[in-house]
């Protein structure tokens, strides 16, 4: 009698709870709906110039805008590109970028990349950038940064609502917002995926790494929790980004996880990163003097992801192994940009490692230089160092191999795949994981014959071509012109 007796009290319960959810659903739907008209009528406000002429408006999503990194070269190479194409369209850029203006932001970008824009553009500031820091988040980061994200989407779309958005950053959780609630045709453009399978089975394996902690992998129960929470976030993000109306990546390495994860493969393609070869190609290929200090320089944003302390252990090998060897004196220069606090700690951090490492008088740090200033490191350069895990793709490794640079990359992702690969079965430059594998790639570079050096430079010089702003731009459009119809 009690079993039916709560039996029957449950299915008394049953109708009456579906009904709330069932009205409170209808009620959002409606909430939505309103919410989406709104922003249409602001849409059709905006839009209207002055002639009483409607204008397509083109939105980018790129929150450190002003940073000095390959994927600020993609957004504004990109908006070259349309500028030229479309330019009777109006141009804007979301950006966190809240402590200079506009005017500032596009001098960086000639200043860093040798850009100039050919028509203005607007910039909307948004005031929580704050909320897709890394920082922020010491736990459960993904998911804190991608819901962050759909709140500072919010903010953006609050104030201007586009007819074309383009997440050039990789906030996929932003599609979503942006296609059903603001009715724009959206686009992507992924420079490393939010969760890869890679990283999946790090956790799988209990591998440590910059982002698997070593508390985690050495605790069985914490690692299948871990696992859990990546694989459920690793559905929701394929959700998010099979919104997208086009996909763009930048390597076959994002490719083959953007196609396993987000199941869109008719309208995604490879993209490949803008580089500005043919200036670096100016630059006279001659073989530097062995007489005299060599250096060594690495290009990259100052991220966890990098992993600039290989670069500095491998290089203190290096010098460990010049004392027994007739090396010449040796100089490790860091190219890269700040985006925020957390990059300056980092920066000092690998000052504290140098100087523990006893390298300090040898290793120097140059932050957000000009353009002008990083081509002339790369003319003098005799050897350039990647050491990020899986990068997904590597413009600062294309820079050095078009200025004559002999590039030493990691042996994974898109450097493996599409960049340090032979070129007409001739050698372009070198791969290594480890500590030991990159100070006896670097020793047994300097040892190579001058002729020897000088036939692969040539070799990586002829690779790139297919690297440039033009192929860029002719394959960017390509992808989203179906977004302009």
């Not at 600039?308 to 060897?325: C, N, S, T, V, W």
């Not at 413009?395 to 042996?411: F, P, Q, R, S, Y």
């Not at 692969?456 to 960017?476: L, P």
């Amino acid at each position: 009698m009690c079993g039916l007796f709560e039996t029957g009290f449950f299915y008394s319960l049953l109708f009456p709870g579906l009904t709330v959810c069932g009205v409170l659903c209808i009620c959002l739907v409606i909430v939505l709906w309103i919410i989406r008209q709104h922003l249409q009528r602001k849409k059709k406000s905006v839009s209207t110039s002055k002639n009483e002429k409607d204008q397509m408006v083109v939105a980018f999503f790129h929150p450190y805008c002003n940073a000095g990194g390959g994927g600020e070269r993609v957004l504004w190479c990109a908006l070259r590109a349309l500028q030229k194409r479309y330019p009777e369209a109006v141009y804007v850029v979301y950006t966190g970028d809240v402590n200079v203006s506009g005017q500032q932001i596009l001098e960086g970008a000639f200043r860093r990349f040798n850009i100039r824009l050919v028509h203005p553009v607007q910039f909307v500031f948004l005031r929580k950038r704050y909320l897709v820091e890394d920082g922020r988040y010491p736990h459960f980061t993904l998911l804190g940064q991608s819901l962050g994200s759909i709140l500072l989407g919010w903010e953006a779309l609050m104030q201007c609502v586009p007819d074309v958005y383009i997440d050039s950053m990789g906030y996929a959780f932003t599609l979503p917002l942006f296609k059903y609630i603001g009715g724009c045709r959206v686009a992507s453009y992924v420079h490393y995926p939010t969760i890869s399978t890679d990283m999946l089975s790090v956790v799988k394996n209990q591998n440590t790494g910059f982002n698997n902690a070593a508390f985690i992998t050495k605790n069985p129960l914490l690692s299948r929790a871990k696992l859990i929470y990546y694989y459920l976030f690793a559905f929701i993000y394929g959700l998010v980004g099979s919104c997208s109306d086009a996909v763009m990546v930048n390597s076959s390495w994002t490719l083959n996880h953007i196609l396993s994860l987000w199941k869109v493969g008719h309208c995604t393609s490879i993209v490949y990163p803008p580089c500005d070869v043919q200036t670096f190609l100016d630059i006279p290929l001659h073989e530097k003097k062995m007489t005299s200090g060599q250096l060594l320089v690495s290009i990259g944003q100052f991220r966890p992801e990098k992993n600039h302390p290989l670069q500095i252990r491998a290089f203190a090998k290096l010098l460990g192994k010049k004392r027994a060897e007739s090396f010449p004196s040796l100089k490790l220069i860091l190219i890269g940009g700040c985006r925020n606090k957390d990059d300056e700690f980092r920066v000092n951090q690998l000052r504290s490692l140098s100087e523990e490492l006893g390298v300090q008088e040898d290793v120097e740090f140059k932050i957000n230089i000009s353009f002008d200033e990083l081509k002339n490191y790369l003319s003098e350069a005799a050897i350039g160092l990647h050491t990020m895990w899986n990068e997904h793709f590597g413009i600062g490794i294309v820079e050095c191999m078009a200025a004559g640079t002999i590039i030493l990359a990691h042996n994974s992702g898109g450097p493996k795949l599409d960049i340090v690969i032979p070129h007409e079965g001739h050698i372009t430059g070198f791969l290594a994981e480890s500590e030991e594998g990159y100070a006896d790639a670097m020793a047994h570079i300097l040892s190579l014959s001058a002729e020897k050096r000088l036939q692969i430079r040539k070799n990586a010089r002829a690779s790139v071509s297919r690297f440039s702003d033009q192929e860029f731009e002719v394959s960017f459009l390509s992808s989203v012109e179906k977004l302009f119809k």
